[in-house]
């Protein structure tokens, strides 16, 4: 049997159908559930062999981004995700879900502090839409490891993602958590250019583990060359390679 | 009394300051230490803030804080919705804490102290406190909040014994907007027998009660049913009118005659199939695809974006969403747009700042705040912003033209075989409000905007302006559209205009009668009496009608998606609308009554034009030498207009692409260069967005602005790879006041306006075969009141007409940007070749040009038949993709145009042209219809030629690109070289937006 994708949606998350899109495009089941159809039956959770936490602006991003969305998985959600995590099941938070993954303290040390990354606001101050070029790390993160090479060829052609939001400059809590964040190798992509003031310029990370996957580019938004916007081509796009990545190592 | 405190976070890397104030209800029952854990999960992150909670012990953000010698505080006005403290609120709600709370931010003060840089009064409480005070003041509990939402149940009687005049007066003191005769029809139907008896069986006074005239008042209004647009017209020319006549002309209604008869022909005549439904519904719905129904729907708010530009611009936003969420069975919003008609930024240098109406806001505070608006409004709920534009002319002091417009997409069929664009409703249905609560805000906002704006009506100003909340509207979406899926609705309609006297007084029609039942309605203010809970114009809500036996179902759907439904009585087919508080009833009026307002008789008279309005001042302005070197200076003057220049920088703001499918954006190319539509990919199509605006116009004659204004919106998607021949277009009309009284005397030659502007509207739509599937009027744009300077003053807008056109291309072809090759050749295609005005074009507003070389009777040279061909001619060329890049050619000038192209792909051109001077200036600066510029492989030039060839169309080849980043231009006695990267500084720099 397939493997089975969870896909967060409400309570203004808004990338819910993009994100299940490019997951199917890989031969994944998908199941998309409102959080409070998650909270009233955990089990899904078990019914299930990956996570996905899609973009948007999940509670109006009021209190900063990804905050409260953070906080009512941890108030109502806390141990069976804990229990996810801990049976080696892969989570990916892309944009608004990356934001909610720092919060939960999922990245970059599962569990070990909730506080050794925080996303901050852009140093522009303000909201950007922007395709930008992206320099990948080919770590141990599962999101990428697996990848049939056609993808892997791809990102070296079309080295290019956007990104959507007004808060995506990782900070981390202190020098030494860089630092360990760097030794382990566990940045998974960095703008070639720096594009929030993001420290060292970092656009994704991955736990010590490579199962967790927190990007703030949109993937599902470059599944198809013809939305990359400079260029004229067509066929699949760069965003493939990590849904691709994933659907090999669910399979496996 | 209930514990509470005072939260302030301190970003650490910038002087950025929020607050929260949380009182705690009493039946919190965890010990403050417990709380105050709590409050610390919610609030704190200490990688980005010093937190400083009151009474604690400070860990140096307070300190820093008192080290200012002075701080400006704002917080909102007690009922105004604050979206901050309510997700505050319901985070503390996920620890079971149950409290009220409401935000303030704190500024630092750079310079004298000025209310309006921090905030806008009408929704905010701004002060200015010192540390001291500051100090005392984190010790207070100060805020009020409402504790009580009760209905005041107290109803009115409005008397009709009254003299006319006096009825008038009274209209117009509670904002009724009622003219003569409407008051006169109402007191016609009360005075008769029939009327007395029945009411006296009800139970109801013989005059209305204040329930019910509210009600007329909002279904009445010009904004809900367009009655200018539906009178009965005596149109004639004054004997001075020299140009393009028309004659007399009886018109019976400008809306059957001009709008629904043309398309209706149209359709007939192309026997088109894809038109589905038009002018019944909430939005237009055509067929371009197989499985997929496009509704568009464009609105305006321009005089609540007068009066707060942010939240004016957000409700607004949201509101087309909702229109488009309750077309048919509702549609899902895939595509927002924008245009905003606005003074120019630099306004004072333009006018004296006296000239500055008291009340209206700056225009640096209006393009700031409806540009956060729109970006909030779209990126929050998850629609990207595709298509907009911002047109700044000195006429919108008045009011901002605040353009808001949504494309949705909705499938052919829903489960259990339904009809999307199907809506029934039985007797017995439950009306069931979904969404947000009701509250004063929005009261009379239908008929605030159907009278001219005056700002000295204070106490009606605070009540019409709102604030959106994207988050309830999200999740009402996630909730609508399940609801849809699983049949649990026969009928949905919004909640704008009128709030549920609208809503509910329409759905009404369709089972023959409502009983409304407001006992229920969710509130979120005190005191509200039984008519302003009918006609609140709360956002965020939608009014659904219920199969009792599917009520509980939804219920539980609306639980999960986390928000309020209620239910609020029932349909009937008792032919009345009726509304009902505690089983009383308040308000009984026949829908044959309500729905049938007294028609309109209007007079126009058309005659010559002011060219210039009092506000359009003789700017100085350089005289064109048509000379070496001119060129250039022409360039780097249109460049940094406002009108042209860059707005990179704002439009990055908006989300252009959630939803993965806008494969034409705003920017693209590898050098980033502008796109004039939009495009978003579906299923099996391409469904492209633009649109035509051309205001300056209807100085000379509105009849040549409506046929500038379609010919640009359906080049712009022609441009982009258009089928010229399924097009659909909206016409939005904002006008000065055209019907005239003692207080507007123009009224008779501005409605005159309004109907030369329907007759090109007419004459150029039924030309291009393109069907007008929906549109929308505002009548009112005008501003009595009084300046900075203290005189009274009248102004009023442009009459301008928006038209938005979608159409729809093939990915494989579509034009999404410039990707020009270096040996590529530069050519023109089209009548403006030859058939070009300086008149009114980007230059002539920047420079002084002589006018001697063109007459009026050459602005009426339009040949529509031609202009299609040269449509058609583009499409195939598209088809054969012999483009590397393409635009059309606007009032910039077909240089500007070439130059956008150019900056996409880093390249430079080289301009070889065989014309006189004269000529040779208006080919690259005048304005032109029907006619594009771009580049094409140099293999390509023959197919070029003979496609224009068979087609009679005018073609021209420019020159070749060349690599260097320069333009050369060579005729027998010009020789120019320009520095594109120089101009390209000028183009990016104009106009952008501070960092805030």
Same mark, same amino acid.
């Given at each position: ?252 | ?112 102290? !000025? ?131 028309? %004659?007399?002309?009886?018109?019976? %209604? ?114 700031? /705040? ?11 709920? /998850?629609?990207?912003?595709? !298509? ?156 659904? $009608? ?110 252009? =692409? ?25 299923? =099996?199509?391409?469904?492209?967005? %633009? ?60 409605? $005159? ?13 039924? $030309? ?43 990915? =494989? ?55 299609? !061909? ?59 219809? $029907? ?66």
């Amino acid at each position: 049997m397939n493997a089975t994708v969870l896909i967060l949606a409400g309570d203004g998350i808004n990338c819910e159908e993009a994100t299940e899109n490019a997951f199917r495009l890989q031969g994944l089941q998908c199941k998309t559930v409102l959080i409070n159809q998650l909270i009233s039956r955990p089990q899904i959770l078990d019914e299930v062999q990956c996570l996905a936490l899609p973009g948007g602006f999940s509670f109006g991003d009021e209190l900063g981004s990804g905050q409260i969305l953070a906080l009512k998985i941890k108030a109502t959600l806390k141990d069976e995700l804990k229990n996810f995590a801990q049976k080696k099941k892969p989570i990916i938070g892309i944009c608004n879900g990356m934001q909610a993954l720092a919060k939960l303290g999922l990245l970059p040390f599962p569990f070990e502090g909730d506080n050794n990354l925080s996303m901050g606001g852009n140093v522009q101050g303000h909201f950007i839409n922007k395709w930008c070029k992206i320099e990948y790390h080919k770590n141990h993160c599962h999101w990428i490891k697996w990848a049939d090479s056609k993808y892997l060829d791809l990102i070296e052609q079309y080295p290019y993602l956007p990104i959507r939001h007004g808060e995506g400059r990782y900070l981390f809590k202190n020098q030494n958590i860089l630092e360990k964040v760097e030794d382990q190798n566990l940045v998974v992509m960095r703008y070639s250019e720096n594009q929030n003031g993001s420290q060292n310029k970092i656009a994704a990370i991955t736990d010590p583990e490579g199962l967790i996957l927190g990007m703030m580019p949109h993937p599902e938004a470059a599944m198809e060359l013809s939305l990359l916007p400079m260029k004229k081509a067509f066929g699949p796009g760069p965003g493939h390679l990590f849904f691709n990545s994933i659907a090999h190592f669910l399979k496996q | 009394m209930s514990p509470w405190y005072k939260i302030i976070r301190l970003s650490k890397d910038k002087f950025q300051a929020e607050g929260f104030l949380v009182i705690f209800s009493k039946q919190s029952d965890q010990c403050d230490e417990k709380k105050l854990i709590t409050l610390k999960k919610v609030f704190a992150d200490d990688n980005l803030y010093q937190l400083i909670i009151s009474g604690q012990e400070d860990t140096g953000g307070l300190r820093s804080l008192l080290s200012l010698p002075q701080m400006v505080l704002t917080s909102y006005h007690l009922g105004v919705t604050d979206n901050k403290a309510c997700a505050a609120s319901e985070a503390l709600s996920l620890f079971g804490l149950k409290c009220m709370v409401s935000s303030f931010k704190i500024f630092k003060l750079e310079e004298e102290f !000025n209310p309006l840089i921090f905030g806008n009064p009408l929704v905010e409480n701004i002060r200015l406190i010192s540390a001291l005070d500051f100090k005392k003041w984190m010790g207070q509990c100060d805020h009020t909040f409402i504790a009580n939402k009760k209905i005041n149940p107290q109803v009115t009687v409005f008397n009709l014994d009254l003299s006319e005049n006096e009825l008038i007066k009274l209209s117009a003191e509670k904002c009724l907007a009622l003219n003569p005769n409407e008051l006169r029809a109402i007191c016609q139907y009360f005075n008769k027998n029939e009327v007395r008896e029945y009411r006296k069986s009800q139970g109801l006074p013989i005059h209305p009660t204040d329930v019910e005239i509210e009600i007329i008042a909002q279904t009445w209004s010009e904004h809900c049913k367009h009655k200018i647009f539906n009178a009965e017209i005596d149109y004639r020319e004054d004997k001075i009118f020299q140009h393009k006549k028309f %004659g007399d002309i009886k018109i019976n %209604g400008l809306f059957k005659t001009y709008i629904k008869k043309t398309t209706e022909e149209i359709i007939a005549k192309r026997k088109i199939p894809w038109a589905i439904s038009l002018f019944t519904d909430n939005a237009g719905v055509v067929q371009y695809e197989e499985d997929v129904l496009a509704c568009l729907k464009v609105e305006t708010h321009n005089s609540p974006s007068a009066l707060d530009p942010y939240g004016g611009a957000l409700t607004g936003i949201l509101g087309v969403n909702r229109d488009i969420l309750g077309v048919g069975l509702g549609a899902r919003p895939v595509a927002n747009f924008d245009v905003f008609c606005l003074t120019p930024p630099h306004f004072p240098q333009i006018f004296e700042e006296g000239e500055m109406l008291v009340g209206v806001c700056h225009p640096q505070k209006i393009i700031e /705040g409806v540009h956060k608006g729109v970006e909030d409004g779209g990126n929050k709920s /998850g629609i990207p912003t595709v !298509n907009g534009s911002y047109f700044f002319d000195a006429d919108y002091l008045a009011k901002p033209l605040i353009f808001v417009g949504t494309l949705g997409f909705m499938p052919t069929v829903l489960s259990e075989g339904r009809r999307p664009a199907e809506k029934n409703i039985f007797p017995g249905d439950l009306i069931v409000m979904a969404g947000g609560k009701v509250g004063r805000d929005g009261i009379h906002g239908a008929t605030f905007s159907s009278q001219e704006l005056d700002t000295s009506l204070k106490t009606e100003l605070s009540t019409v302006v709102q604030i959106g909340d994207p988050l309830t509207q999200k999740r009402l979406t996630d909730f609508i559209l399940r609801a849809r899926d699983l049949n649990l609705f026969r009928a949905i309609t919004d909640n704008g205009a009128g709030g549920l006297s609208s809503s509910v007084g329409e759905m009404a029609q369709m089972s023959g009668g409502a009983n409304l039942r407001i006992d229920f309605c969710p509130l979120k203010t005190d005191g509200l009496k039984p008519y302003e809970v009918v006609i609140s114009e709360s956002q965020e809500r939608m009014t659904l $009608a219920i199969d009792p036996l599917k009520f509980e179902e939804l219920q539980k759907l609306a639980k999960l998606c986390a928000v309020e439904i209620s239910c609020l009585g029932e349909f009937t087919d008792t032919q009345y609308f009726s509304v009902f508080y505690q089983d009383e009833q308040l308000a009984s009026l026949p829908l044959a009554f309500l729905h049938q307002p007294p028609e309109l008789k209007l007079k126009a008279v058309f005659k010559n034009q002011n060219f210039r309005s009092l506000f359009r001042k003789q700017i100085k302005k350089e005289i064109v030498k048509f000379e070496n070197g001119f060129i250039s200076l022409a360039l780097k003057t249109l460049l940094n207009d406002p009108n042209i220049a860059s707005k990179e920088e704002w439009v990055r703001r908006y989300d252009h =692409e959630v939803g993965a499918k806008t494969v034409i954006k705003p920017y693209a190319s590898e050098f980033n260069s502008p796109n004039g539509a939009g495009g978003i990919k579906s299923k =099996e199509v391409v469904y492209l967005l %633009g649109h035509g605006l051309a205001p300056k116009w209807s100085l000379l004659d509105p009849y040549l602005m409506a046929i500038r204004s379609v010919d640009e919106a359906i080049r712009n998607i022609v441009a982009a790879g258009a089928d010229p021949e399924m097009i659909s277009i909206l016409d939005n009309f904002c006008t000065p006041d055209p019907v005239s009284s003692p207080k507007n005397s123009q009224g008779e030659w501005q409605l $005159a306006r309004l109907v030369r502007a329907n007759i090109g509207l007419q004459e150029v739509a039924t $030309a291009y075969g393109t069907p007008l599937i929906s549109g929308k009027d505002s009548m009112k744009n005008d501003f009595s009141g009084k300046n900075l300077a203290g005189e009274l003053v009248k102004h009023s807008v442009l009459p301008t007409l928006l038209v938005t056109a979608l159409g729809k291309t093939q990915e =494989e072809f579509m034009n999404k940007g410039s990707f020009i090759n270096q040996d590529d050749l530069v050519v023109m295609i089209g009548p403006g070749i030859s058939k070009n005005t300086f008149v009114l074009s980007s230059l002539e507003e920047n420079m002084q040009t002589p006018r001697n070389f063109e007459s009026f009777e050459d602005l009426y040279q339009i040949d529509l038949k031609e202009n299609m !061909n040269c449509f058609k001619a583009i499409y195939e060329l598209h088809k054969l993709e012999v483009f590397s890049s393409l635009s059309d050619v606007n009032e910039d000038g077909a240089l500007v145009n070439l130059f956008e192209l150019l900056m996409g792909s880093k390249v430079g051109a080289k301009l070889t042209i065989d014309k006189n001077k004269q000529d040779l200036f208006k080919l690259f600066f005048a304005s032109s219809l $029907a006619t594009f510029i771009g580049t094409i492989g140099a293999k390509k030039l023959n197919i070029v030629q003979d496609i224009c060839l068979s087609f009679q169309i005018p073609f021209l080849l420019l020159g070749q690109i060349q690599k260097s980043y320069q333009l050369d231009v060579e005729s027998s006695k010009i020789a120019e070289k320009i520095n594109l990267s120089e101009l390209e500084n000028i183009y990016r720099k104009a106009f952008t937006p501070g960092d805030k």
